[in-house]
């Protein structure tokens, strides 16, 4: 038995100060309170320890072509633009590569905090469509990535048959093609014999756009995590609603899948009942601020405190967990043109509690779990955030975390009980570094 004594912790129940948190020898929280009965103790002066930071969405090869289409090419600069270079990454990737630059940025989002990852994962076959012998080789060499850097993973297996509704695949989009509904049922109940308990699963039925409704019944027969991109972009959900009256997440709904087990990815053009339908099933919505931007998508017309809603970093134009769920309440005062949009009225540290825990324990209850934050009995993956800097200085420390932190202050981090970040350090950035170079650029 070892604790933690940070001068702050982020409870369920508020901010306590210099409480320690003991952690027995399988990795889970076995008390809160003072010191006592414990091997060791890991002190951490000017430290607030908080659950892990959660990355619900993430495509990791697309940080191959980070920073590479930031220039206006001829013609259209948009979304369905940046679509087309990110189609050409994902398809020079060999399976090394795929590897290489997953650990790449699974290395990034462990220094900047994340203990989790909800890996959207849809690069599957051979560039042709020919699937591997292994047809799982793509998916394994991500988890494989993920448990190198040392943060627990959910393989999200995306489904994809359709380039658009009624429509084939192109060429470029062979990589990812399903022949029917059971391949990516088989592939996730393979991929979840994963020998490590750091290795969860689920499915992803990609969106309206590359999963036809008469599937989604029987994807509806998966038990765990389900995601999807949902009214990302305008186009989508006309083309949506032309093809079926429908809006996508009504589809989704009427074909089963949007259940308390259902993540809605990005929702940034949400149509008349939607929300409803989210909250009548008690569904989430994960928001992607940074790369909802980086696209010129729009963001998330969030204007109540209340609702499930986690973050993730998506297409990795940046990675920064804090700055993420920071923007949905800046984004909602800019939609509705006042302050404090999800905070509770006279709760004094309501809007930074609500922050801090749309980027971690609601990305938990995203990927399956209980989001239980710092209690006994959860896994001991926690982040300790270093306040003993000068843009912290005077502000209080939930608020320091919520509105001011970067992955710069990420000071040590855990991972059932593991430590991953240590001093700002991993063991194996330099071995990550040098193995991801010769893959980037797209
Ligand atoms: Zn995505």
Known sequence: MRALLADYTVLPDGLKANVAVRIDDAGNIAGIGPVMAVDSVRRMP????????????????????????QFRATGRSDFWSWRDAMYRTANSLSPEGVYAVSRLCF???????????????????????????????LANRVIAAALDVGIRIHLLRAVYATSAIGVPL?????????????????ACLSLAKHPNSRVGVGLAPHSVRAVP???????ASFGGPIHAHVAEQPAEVSACLQATGRSPLAVFAEGGLV????????????????????DDANAAVC???????????GF???????????????????????????CLEMHARALVGRRNVLAVEGERDSLARRIIDIGTVEGTRCLGGLG?????????????????????????????????ATPEWVQHSWVAGHAVIQDGLHPLAQDILRGAKRHLGG
């Not at 928001?287 to 998508?297: N, R, S, V």
Request: net charge negative.
């Open 213 to 219: 409704a008469e599937w989604m019944p029987e994807l």
């Open 46 to 69: 000017g430290c607030v320890l908080m659950p892990g930071l959660v990355n619900t969405h993430s495509h990791a090869f697309q940080r191959a072509f980070r920073g590479r289409v």
């Open 287 to 297: 928001a992607c601020p940074i790369t909802e931007m980086d696209l010129g998508d």
């Open 259 to 278: 259940t308390d087990r259902f993540t809605a990815v990005h929702l940034t053009y949400p149509s008349q009942g939607d929300l409803q339908i989210i």
């Open 372 to 404: 239980s934050g710092i209690s006994v009995g959860a896994s001991a993956d926690l982040v300790a955030v270093d306040l003993d800097r000068p843009a912290a200085m005077g502000v209080p420390p939930v608020e320091a975390v919520a509105f001011c």
């Open 107 to 137: 290395l990034e989002m462990a220094l900047a905090g994340v203990t989790h990852v909800g890996e959207f994962h849809y690069v599957h076959h051979q560039a042709d469509g020919t699937p591997y012998a292994d047809p799982n080789e």
């Open 170 to 186: 192109g060429p470029d989009q062979l990589r990812f093609r399903d022949a029917s509904p059971d391949e990516p049922l088989d």
């Open 300 to 326: 998330l017309p969030l204007k109540l405190r209340s609702g499930r809603v986690s973050v993730g970093s998506d297409s990795h134009a940046r990675i920064d967990l804090f700055e993420e769920a920071r």
